[in-house]
């Protein structure tokens, strides 16, 4: 049995989950939210997400939860910056999202489409616990499923 491999806390957080279920994926995070007593939520998005991130934006502010949101490249960090070339063309900045939304002490994080190395670089240094609302697949236009079937 792993049960003992649970804290309190994690326990808190499966029941909240075990509570939100059987929503939509906004639906249910949004009523995790609201059951883990969140007010500040963060979104880190890909520039080309923006569409989807301004609404998710939209329909989390509706909820009365505080948003902060930041794209990818927005910081003005250049390519050649990261890779010490002489490129300047706008990099992703995965650090700088979650320095922003850590600064603004956001309750819950969400990615929004960023790159799998990006995302995980952003998860790793989010102090907030981080959820993953839409998953980059160009191939697949973003619905991972049709590779897994």
Not at 73 to 87: P, R, Y
Not at 133 to 140: E, G, H
């Amino acid at each position: 049995m792993t049960k003992e491999l649970y804290k309190k806390e994690d326990i808190d957080v499966m029941l909240i989950t075990k509570n939100s279920l059987n929503k939509s994926r906004i639906q249910e995070l949004i009523n995790f939210a609201k059951n883990s007593n969140f007010k500040k939520i963060g979104i880190a998005n890909c520039f080309s997400m923006q569409k989807y991130a301004d609404k998710l934006v939209e329909i989390l502010q509706k909820d009365n939860f505080e948003v902060f949101a930041m794209n990818c490249k927005v910081s003005g960090l250049k390519t050649g910056d990261i890779f010490n070339d002489s490129s300047i063309a706008p990099s992703c900045d995965p650090l700088s999202q979650a320095k922003y939304l850590n600064e603004n002490n956001t309750d819950l994080n969400i990615n929004v489409g960023l790159c799998l190395g990006h995302g995980i670089l952003f998860q790793q240094y989010s102090k907030a616990p981080t959820t993953t609302i839409i998953v980059k697949d160009f191939q697949t236009n973003h619905n991972i499923r049709e590779q897994l079937e």
